[in-house]
Each structure stands twice: as C-alpha cells, then as structure tokens.
C-alpha cells in the first residue's frame, strides 16, 4: 500500500540553527500539508502546497517557516532559525486531490526536538 | 477551533462493537463529518467520513442521524491495534480550504 514517508524519524538540533524536514508523498498525489503536535497537544494545521505554491497556511507558519517542493518526490519544511517551542512532532500529508471523497493521508511524522 | 465534542475517553472490551459518539450540533448543510484516528503519536489515520447517510467501509461504519446534529462511528469487532485517540472533524470539503482541523479527540482503550 503507498504511504507517506518522513525523514527523519527524530532531529536534534540547536536552538537557532536551521532544519529540513523531509517528505515522500504518495506518487499520485498533488496537494501536500504539514501538521505539527506539540507534546500532549492538538494536531495543528500549518500549510498546505499545490502546484507548486502555498495555497493556504496558518498563523503558525510565519516567515521563519517555508516549503519546496525540489523535485518530482520530494516535500520539505524548512525552519530557518529554530526555537524551543519549534519543538514537536511534524507530519507530513498528501492527497491525491481536493474535495469530499478525497482524504489526507499521513506520514508516521519527525519528532524535532530543539535544545 | 473545532466544531465537535467528543467524550475525552471510553473503554472497550476485545472482540466487541465500540461505538464513539461525536456532537455536531451547529453543522452546516455542505459539511461533511470525517473520522481519523492517531495510534500512539504515529500519523492520523483516515476512517471513514459521510454527508448524512450512514457510511461502511473496511474499517468501521458511520451513522449519522436525521438532523445531522450528531453521530457515531462503529467498530464492529474491536481488536487490541484499535487503541488510539479517535478525532471527529467536521468540514467542508469544497469551501476552499483543506486544512483539517482537529480537536482533543477521544481516547479509545480496547481492553483484552
């Protein structure tokens, strides 16, 4: 069955310092999404990506936050300059296309942790 | 914010029916009620979603009643790799925006 791969599983990094998180969405898929949860918390919606442009993105996802897509495969989410409250899980979804009888599907997620 | 209530958690035993009721009483008429769940902090997991008929596929059933102010997804025979937090989420799919949008969810325990 396709899925969603993230990579990778977990990230240290240094308050500061900048990350990219990597994606596979599934092959056919043409809309893209990143997600966050923080510890104990809600999942929270952060972007979503289509034809090569955001198409919508929260208020979470200030400047210090950007995605690409630099190839055909891959979907990234980049923190220029990360935080301690950037600490979280991020998943990564795709969809095949918009509407009511399309659904997301899910990366098992990277566990970011900034210290 | 989300626009259901769930109870925070429910237990079941193995090999029963697990019923978990979701509130939607200010639903409007396009939006449709969609059912993932989150196994352990892995990634949410697509059920199942309907409009206002009852839905069945693989996974579970979904019945919605007559108003559309409430429902209930069914796991028909629940196994131990059903525990998880289980999200009702209302939206509507063509009003331009494809964010879901989750709450705190409900706590499913399958007992053995």
């Known amino acids: 069955e396709p899925e969603v791969t993230q990579t990778p599983s977990h990230q240290v990094t240094q308050m500061g310092q900048e990350v990219i998180l990597r994606c596979v969405p599934i092959?056919?898929?043409?809309?893209f999404y990143w997600y966050r949860q923080i510890l104990g918390q809600k999942v929270e919606f952060l972007v979503s990506?289509?034809?090569?442009?955001?198409?919508?993105k929260s208020e979470i996802f200030d400047d210090q936050f950007s995605v690409e897509r630099p190839d055909g495969s891959n979907f990234t989410l980049k923190i220029r300059s990360t935080k301690l409250e950037d600490s979280a899980m991020y998943f990564c979804?795709?969809?095949?296309?918009?509407?009511?009888?399309?659904?997301?599907?899910f990366g098992q997620g990277t566990r970011l942790t900034v210290v | 914010d989300a626009k259901t209530t769930q109870p925070p958690s429910m237990d079941c035993a193995e090999g029963r029916a697990a019923n978990l009721p979701c509130n939607h009483s200010?639903?409007?008429?396009?939006?449709?009620v969609y059912w993932y769940r989150q196994i352990h902090s892995q990634g949410p997991q697509y059920i199942i979603h309907?409009?206002?008929n009852n839905e069945t596929n693989e996974m579970a059933s979904l019945i919605i009643t007559e108003d559309r102010k409430s429902s209930t997804l069914i796991l028909p025979h629940a196994t131990l790799r059903d525990t998880a937090v289980y999200y009702c989420?209302?939206?509507?799919?063509?009003?331009?925006?494809?964010?879901?949008?989750f709450g705190k969810g409900m706590k499913l325990t399958v007992n053995p």
């Open positions: 979804a795709s969809s095949e296309m918009i509407g009511k009888n399309t659904e997301a599907f």
């Open positions: 990506f289509y034809n090569n442009e955001i198409s919508e």
């Open positions: 309907g409009l206002k």
């Open positions: 200010t639903i409007s008429g396009n939006e449709y």
């Open positions: 989420i209302v939206r509507d799919p063509e009003g331009g925006s494809e964010k879901l949008v």
């Open positions: 092959s056919n898929h043409l809309y």
